[in-house]
């Protein structure tokens, strides 16, 4: 029989994975998530800028990864390896020669996939977190609202 503990932390595991969904997964019901926005865009597509002094959607993909990564580090309280670029937060991405769509597609995948992974773990017990379940769920939401604001962005840039 289980405890009252354990149907919590079952219902909160399973409410933090269905969030990350709802903003980078399998379909949302509100529009494309960030991956389904992301599914059709072209190399050239994804270095277009819309205007001077505007992100491409290369740029919005890389600081969208960056930030995953930043919330993976706050609910493991594990230090992260180094990021695929130096720097911080927004990164200039103009031309290919820096980093290839590709790579930063990957990148985007990789980190939504490591961060799924460590909310799975910190709920099986598998491993602690520094955070407790209202401070873990404030960051799952927030990225998953990250991640719509960008993909409502990246629809508005791939009309355009």
């Given at each position: 029989m289980s405890t009252s503990s354990e149907h919590e932390l079952i219902s909160q595991a399973g409410?933090?994975?269905r969030v990350l969904r709802e903003g980078y997964g399998?379909?949302?019901w509100h529009g494309p998530d960030l991956k389904a926005?992301?599914?059709d865009v072209t190399?050239?597509?994804a270095l277009w800028r819309p205007a001077a002094g505007r992100h491409n959607i290369a740029e919005i993909t890389l600081h969208?990864?960056?930030t995953v990564r930043s919330v993976r580090t706050k609910v493991s309280g594990r230090s992260a390896e180094p990021f695929v670029?130096?720097?911080e937060d927004w990164f200039d991405v103009s031309d290919e020669r820096r980093l290839?769509?590709?790579s930063i597609h990957a990148t985007l995948e990789s980190e939504q996939q490591q961060l799924c992974e460590v909310v799975a773990d910190v709920a099986s017990g598998k491993i602690s977190t520094p955070l407790n379940d209202d401070e873990r769920?404030?960051?799952v939401l927030g990225i998953t609202c990250h991640a719509v604001y960008h993909a409502g962005q990246i629809q508005l840039i791939k009309r355009l």
């Open positions: 409410l933090d994975a399998a379909g949302a926005a992301l599914a190399p050239a597509l969208h990864a960056y670029l130096e720097g290839s769509w590709a769920f404030g960051l």
